[in-house]
């Protein structure tokens, strides 16, 4: 049975719990708050205190040196490849460097291959075809579900290794020659004159942005549409060609000649690359098409309807209507997809590229034994490159996000 | 008086239905759909007999030494041959019963939580998760009641990649719901230590944190301690899942609706009481198919152990390709067999976890 409280005792209790001079200071929430956070910095300061110490100790037991100055010191191995010039007498310093440069290459190829691939399979989701359909569900559901290292291995040691050697070469037109070695590729070695197509492409890769914002004024003024992708994709290859023609094709082909037992000449591309890129692509590809189709299906279909109601064409409607909504949800599914290709990179570990993290972590920390300096550059570089990337996708995303007014 | 006398209805145009119909639809729509789907189908016929005839008809089933494998197909006497080293890695035989008796308890725990009565499940189900790996532990360890030890060095193959992975993300399970619960406090400087910490292990690339594990945790640890490799890299693997599950959490936190939370403070619960008994249920519910999605990445993660040298079940793979009496070239077999067996559990864990979003979205009450 409850006890009927008179008015009196009701008004006392709510005095009690309300007026601040009555309560327990130990009740005051904002107390309480700066009380915690108090014993939170006690207990991080007790943990790091001990760690350090810890760590000390356990450095000066073993002997390994601290602090940044092995960086100047000389290596004394030698790197499978680098893109530039990179003798086993050089320091650590430029060890870092080079393998910086490798996994950028890595993620740059990667995030590349892997965006054509994850639009095509994104897009073929919502094909006519029922066979394209199908195609593009199974890539989908199979490389997402299989472990990154395993399609690395199955590439490295299942696929590449099986190339025939180099007297066997499969080639293309004697230009390209792919085998057990690596893939090597005609290289372009210009002449005098050459720098004259580089300002071409350069000076048409800045008229493509002066062309979107006149065309995109003009249609804004009177209604008229001007094909800028077809007039910029001329731009960008028939500038620089007609440059070349103009200074008299000042330039040659490098191809690669078989010498002895490989090629030569060039650029070659060694298998360990091609596995850790093929695998990066197709997996984070995998990844990219689920979130461009997530991206086309959050648009409703009363779009597409709209749209031909009023007599756009069906590629029309693709660019117009449905790409650029589509993009607002794709675009930051796209920013971590990239990230996490960055991530994976580290992959390289396995079959022996020499990225930032195989050279560093792997190679340099067994010599010198410095575990935290090593690891410690290496996480920061990895973030530092996610950084770069999550603040370009941002300005992307800003460019394309619903312009609310 | 006349009844009503409904005439049958007619067939459809045979324009419209029936095979023909749908092949002239979704195959062969206009011409540049039909030279996809022709070239789609002579790649697949040109392609798919091969294979078939590789994997299964002339492949090589019966035996178990190399000198078996006789005919041009697939040798999966491989496969047959290893298949013990590919699941339990170097554990004693004699002692494998406990692997199997803990799969049996994961297993009997998996169905606690969705067949107990309703109101006991929750407290249930989630005791028994937050017991299973110590459980595991101790039972696959041994050491005690009779149980012979076993070295974790013999510990590996495929139950070592389920063990990682399910005995990792458990134990961050109440770990991350903290650092999710710190990131959302009013208090400045809680939320800025778990920022630090989530984007911390969310922003380092997992193969950094397992050199961490192997090469740096020693030196934190006070001089003389020696811990387990396994346990430094499982402790390494529990931060990081704790990272990755505290974002899965936040989202789900900010999912409940604001209502709830109100509704809880003006009843007069605590504060854990409103968290513990109002939210975090709701929490959880909202969050599964993440959490599944977020267990899937690990358990594919589990693979890089390889690259620290844990016996996980690829480094096994590796080890038997390059045994001196299966030196035939087995690759291809060992790879697919290992894919198939990592596609099947992933491919059913995000099957498992669409069917949760669908049960889910029929009860939603706005």
């Known amino acids: 049975m409850f006890k009927q409280k008179t008015l009196e005792e009701v008004k006392a209790s709510a005095r009690r719990s309300s007026g601040s001079s009555s309560a327990a200071f130990y009740n005051n929430p904002n107390v309480r708050a700066i009380f915690y956070q108090i014993l939170l910095v006690f207990g991080l300061g007790y943990f790091f205190y001990s760690i350090i110490s810890n760590v000390l100790a356990n450095m000066e037991a073993t002997g390994i040196k601290t602090g940044f100055s092995f960086l100047s010191a000389s290596a004394g191995y030698d790197v499978l490849m680098t893109l530039i010039s990179f003798e086993s007498t050089d320091t650590y310093g430029k060890i870092f460097i080079v393998g910086f440069l490798n996994t950028l290459l890595v993620s740059a190829i990667g995030i590349f291959f892997a965006t054509i691939l994850g639009f095509i399979f994104g897009v073929a989701h919502f094909s006519h075809n029922w066979l394209i359909r199908k195609v593009a569900l199974v890539y989908v559901e199979i490389f997402r579900n299989i472990p990154l290292l395993l399609q690395v291995f199955f590439w490295y040691f299942a696929v590449l290794s099986a190339l025939p050697g180099a007297r066997q070469s499969l080639s293309l037109g004697e230009a390209i020659f792919l085998n057990v070695r690596g893939l090597y590729l005609p290289k372009m070695v210009g002449g005098d004159l050459f720098w004259v197509a580089e300002v071409a492409l350069a000076l048409s890769i800045a008229g493509i942005f002066v062309l979107r914002r006149w065309a995109k004024k003009r249609q804004e003024l009177t209604g008229q549409q001007f094909p800028v992708l077809n007039v910029s994709i001329a731009m960008v290859i028939g500038l620089p060609i007609l440059a070349l023609l103009l200074t008299g094709l000042p330039f040659e082909m490098e191809y690669p000649a078989l010498k002895g037992f490989n090629y030569f000449g060039g650029i070659t591309v060694i298998p360990e690359l091609m596995a850790l890129a093929i695998a990066l692509s197709v997996y984070t590809g995998a990844f990219i098409a689920e979130a461009v189709r997530a991206g086309v299906q959050a648009i409703p279909h009363g779009q597409t309807e709209a749209a031909r109601s009023i007599g756009l064409k069906e590629k029309k409607i693709m660019q117009l209507i449905i790409v650029p909504q589509a993009m607002r949800v794709i675009v930051p599914l796209l920013n971590s997809e990239y990230q996490s290709l960055v ?53 992307f995303n800003n460019a394309v996000a619903l312009v609310s007014r | ?53 590789w994997a299964f008809l002339s492949a090589n089933w019966s035996g178990t030494t190399e000198d078996a494998c006789v005919k041009e197909g697939a040798c999966w006497v491989f496969i047959n041959a290893w298949s013990y080293q590919f699941f339990y890695g170097t554990y004693p035989i004699e002692e494998v019963w406990r692997i199997n008796l803990m799969i049996v308890l994961l297993l009997i725990v998996i169905g606690m939580s969705f067949k107990l009565p309703k109101h006991y499940r929750m407290k249930a189900s989630i005791a028994a998760w937050l017991a299973l790996p110590i459980i595991g532990m101790a039972v696959l360890y041994g050491g005690w009641g009779g149980l012979e030890v076993v070295s974790t060095d013999l510990w590996g193959g495929f139950t070592l990649n389920v063990f990682m992975a399910a005995a990792s993300i458990i134990v961050a399970f109440p770990f991350s719901f903290l650092w999710a619960l710190g990131r959302r406090s009013q208090m400045p400087f809680i939320r800025s230590v778990s920022v630090i910490f989530i984007e911390f292990f969310r922003g ?124 035939g070239g087995h690759a291809l077999e060992g790879y697919l067999f290992v894919f198939l067996v990592f596609w099947a559990s992933c491919f059913g864990m995000s099957v498992l976890s669409r069917r949760i979003e669908r049960s889910m979205n029929t009860d939603k009450r706005d």
């Open chain 2, 204 to 327: 380092v690339p997992v193969l950094s944190l397992f050199f961490m594990g192997s090469v740096m945790l020693p030196l934190f640890f006070a001089e003389g301690t020696n811990v387990d490799k396994l346990i430094r890299v499982w402790l390494v693997l529990i931060f990081f899942m704790s990272g990755y599950m505290a974002e899965v959490f936040r989202g789900g936190f900010a999912a409940v609706p604001s209502g709830q939370y109100e509704a809880a403070d003006s009843v007069g619960l605590s504060y854990w009481q409103k968290i513990l008994l109002i939210i975090l249920p709701q929490v959880i519910k909202i969050s599964m198919p993440n959490i599944l999605a977020t267990f899937v990445m690990l358990f594919k993660n589990t693979t890089f152990l390889l690259i620290i040298g844990i016996p996980e079940v690829v480094q096994t793979l590796q080890t038997a390709l390059s045994n001196s009496y299966w030196l």
């Open chain 1, 343 to 395: 991530k994976n990179s580290t992959l390289a570990a396995a079959i022996g590229y020499p990225d930032l993290f195989n050279v560093f972590v792997g190679t340099a920390l067994n010599q010198t034994g410095q575990a935290i300096e090593t690891i410690f550059m290496t996480i920061v570089v990895y973030f530092v490159v996610n950084m770069v990337i999550s603040f370009l996708m941002n300005r």
């Open chain 2, 1 to 53: 008086m006349k009844e009503f006398q409904p005439i049958p209805a007619r067939p459809a145009p045979e324009q419209t239905v029936g095979p023909i119909a749908w092949m002239r639809e979704n195959l062969f729509s206009n011409i540049p759909n039909s030279v996809v789907t022709l070239a789609l189908i002579a790649f697949l016929v040109y392609y798919i007999p091969p294979i078939v005839d």
